[in-house]
């Protein structure tokens, strides 16, 4: 999938007006993922991702591994996007699935061993959501808000 099919892909599952909005959210998604995981699994997932995509995810973040939580993900996500936390929180689920769909399991399946879900961790199976439940069908449309 190159660059215009996944901006397109994802401008239509998150129904977003325009390229600059669309960017926008995959920046944001996967800028704040990158900065949240190790710098090897950020480079595994964006090895698969267009190229004018992939930097989002490993080179963009300042420092790679940081610890924060699923709330403090989508507030992040939230700031840089300029949307409302839970359209923040959609969007990322939607832009995951999307990548979810472009890169091998094993890549996939070590970014959710770098987001655990435990006692002292908010809930980061919030992000695969849509994924674990089938993947984003045209049917579903946008059900934020």
Same mark, same amino acid.
């Given at each position: 999938?190159?660059?215009?099919?996944?901006?397109?892909?994802?401008?239509?599952? #998150?129904? #977003?007006?325009? /390229?600059?909005?669309?960017?926008?959210? $995959?920046? @944001?998604?996967?800028? /704040?993922?990158?900065? %949240?995981?190790?710098?090897?699994?950020? !480079?595994? #997932?964006?090895?698969?991702?267009?190229?004018? $995509?992939?930097?989002?995810?490993?080179? @963009?973040?300042?420092?790679?591994?940081? %610890?924060?939580?699923?709330?403090?993900?989508?507030? %992040?996500?939230?700031? $840089? !996007?300029?949307?409302?936390?839970?359209?923040?929180?959609?969007?990322?689920?939607? $832009?995951?699935?999307?990548?979810?769909?472009?890169?091998?399991?094993?890549?996939? &399946?070590?970014? %959710?061993? &770098?987001?655990?879900?435990?006692?002292?961790?908010?809930?980061?199976?919030?992000?695969?959501?849509?994924?674990?439940?089938?993947?984003?069908? !045209?049917?579903?449309?946008? !059900?934020?808000?």
């Amino acid at each position: 999938m190159n660059f215009d099919e996944f901006t397109g892909e994802v401008q239509h599952r #998150l129904e #977003l007006p325009g /390229t600059g909005e669309t960017v926008r959210a $995959i920046r @944001a998604t996967l800028s /704040t993922l990158g900065a %949240r995981i190790p710098k090897d699994a950020a !480079e595994d #997932l964006a090895a698969s991702l267009p190229m004018e $995509i992939n930097w989002y995810l490993a080179g @963009a973040p300042e420092a790679y591994g940081q %610890r924060f939580d699923w709330s403090e993900f989508v507030e %992040r996500v939230a700031e $840089i !996007e300029q949307v409302k936390g839970t359209d923040a929180a959609y969007h990322a689920r939607l $832009i995951v699935d999307l990548v979810h769909d472009l890169v091998p399991e094993s890549d996939f &399946q070590q970014l %959710r061993d &770098q987001l655990p879900e435990s006692e002292d961790d908010e809930n980061w199976g919030e992000l695969f959501e849509v994924v674990d439940g089938g993947g984003w069908h !045209e049917s579903q449309g946008a !059900e934020a808000t």
